[in-house]
């Protein structure tokens, strides 16, 4: 028991101390650089080059037999019973024009599933962490934190005072009601973990790659929140040898799962775009 809860320890406080690091070193490129679009449309820095590195880097060093999975750089899943998942700026648009929302995400998984997230938000100066065991077996701490404080999904019913949270590609959802506020965001991490604070009644990610969702797979969960893939096929496990760079998740999260029949049907859609 204490070496899984001295594990668990090291996990977050490698990548707390990590992801500071580097947050601090990329706010002083913060609206001051440029990006040129990749084959999906994304953006990318220099600055997401080199954090992608510095954080392979960092996890390799402070545990060698563990795999990295990469926005940037290394898009196959190996084969490692346990693999980070690296998102080195979470919100590159935001990002390049100086928006105050961007994170770096690192999720890690155990054997192809996500059982710990963590998400560093550098100029909120706020770090989200969460553990979800699911069935893998493991144990060890339990809950989602938002800077060491637990955090806890709404119990709150669809209202006009309430907030559902939208992407940049799936705004064709406003072409009916919603029966709460629409926000918009920018950063795909951020947007599903405001379901893990209760700020929002759920939210939804059209789009959203391997690196966008690993982390905050376990935070939404381990808040309560309830994660909705709007696809036939399961997200996790993933395969090992698998090329995860093209392939997309659109996700919906509700804050519980009566919400789920509320929200469901109107953004099914989304997945057959």
């Not at 100086?98 to 054997?111: E, F, N, Q, R, T």
């Not at 979800?132 to 955090?151: R, V």
């Not at 559902?164 to 918009?184: E, G, H, I, Y």
């Amino acid at each position: 028991m204490q070496r899984e809860q001295d594990f668990w320890k090291q996990i977050v406080a490698v990548a707390e101390k990590t992801t500071a690091e580097i947050g601090a070193t990329l706010l002083q490129d913060f609206g001051q650089v440029g990006a040129q679009e990749k084959s999906d449309g994304s953006l990318v820095t220099q600055a997401d080059r080199w954090a992608d590195g510095a954080l392979r880097q960092a996890l390799q060093q402070a545990f060698p037999d563990h795999g990295v999975l990469s926005e940037e750089v290394e898009h196959r899943l190996p084969n490692r019973d346990w693999c980070w998942v690296i998102d080195p700026i979470d919100g590159t648009t935001n990002f390049t024009r100086g928006i105050p929302l961007w994170a770096i995400s690192l999720g890690l998984l155990y054997k192809g599933t996500p059982v710990f997230g963590h998400v560093y938000l550098p100029t909120l100066g706020d770090a989200f962490h969460g553990f979800w065991y699911g069935n893998s077996g493991l144990m060890g701490p339990t809950g989602a934190y938002l800077n060491h404080q637990p955090i806890h999904a709404s119990s709150a019913d669809p209202a006009t005072n309430q907030f559902f949270s939208l992407c940049a590609r799936s705004t064709a959802v406003l072409k009916n009601p919603l029966p709460c506020k629409v926000r918009m965001l920018g950063v795909a991490s951020y947007n599903l973990l405001t379901v893990a604070t209760g700020a929002m009644l759920g939210g939804v990610e059209a789009t959203p790659k391997i690196w966008d969702i690993a982390a905050v797979w376990a935070i939404v969960q381990a808040a309560g929140g309830v994660w909705v893939p709007l696809q036939s096929e399961p997200i996790f496990p993933l395969q090992v040898g698998q090329d995860y760079s093209q392939q997309s998740y659109p996700t919906l999260v509700v804050s519980r799962s009566e919400l789920k029949s509320v929200f469901l049907p109107l953004v099914q859609f989304l997945s057959e775009n």
